[in-house]
């Protein structure tokens, strides 16, 4: 059984910035890739950002491109949302999750593991 437990989330104000993490209790990690996805309240699940199994490819949601950095290190089981700029609109419960496929994958349905989520608000 894999656990994924996520950190870092908190209170910041607009522009400033937050790096989430989620380690990983199983032996699976390195070889699937990881993905972090948001829930606003009153709102649908989205995806956020995915990296493949080795790191060498990512995938980020338009409304965060060239905001948020993915990264991952697979000695420490560990994937990092580095997350700057952050806006009001980006206040949500955040999750990681662990996928079926080696690549970066943004559908959710591809996504086996999940964590609880760790809450991210930005005031305005």
Known sequence: QVQ???SGGGLVQTGGSLR?????SGRIFSGYSMGWFRQAPGKEREFVAAIRYNGFNTQYA???EDRFTISRDNAKNTVYLQMNSLKPEDTALYY???SR???ATTMSHDYVYWGQGTQVTVSS
């Open 4 to 6: 994924l437990v996520e």
């Open 20 to 24: 989430l993490s989620c380690a990983s």
């Open 62 to 64: 338009d409304s965060v």
């Open 96 to 98: 990681c999750a662990l």
């Open 101 to 103: 496929r080696p690549i």
